[in-house]
């Protein structure tokens, strides 16, 4: 993960300052969550929501 977002970083798509390890967290615990505790299927689907809907906005609306 923090190979991806670094390469959004040299992207000039994500600020430096918004990677942080907790952040960095963020996508692999929905997956864990949803996996072990919820039961249900990751699709591709599923992938994508958390890109677009969370680590997207997480990673650039840095306050």
């Known amino acids: 993960m923090r190979e991806i977002v670094q390469r ?3 992207r000039g798509e994500v600020r430096a300052d918004a990677v942080t390890d907790l ?3 963020v996508g692999q615990a929905l997956l864990r969550d ?3 505790f ?3 299927a990751i699709d591709a689907g599923t992938a994508v929501r958390i890109v677009d809907e969370v680590l997207i906005p997480l ?3 840095v306050r």
Do not use: E, G, I, K
């Open 8 to 10: 959004a970083v040299a």
């Open 23 to 25: 952040r960095l967290d």
């Open 34 to 36: 949803r996996f072990l």
């Open 38 to 40: 919820r039961d249900s």
């Open 59 to 61: 990673f650039t609306d």
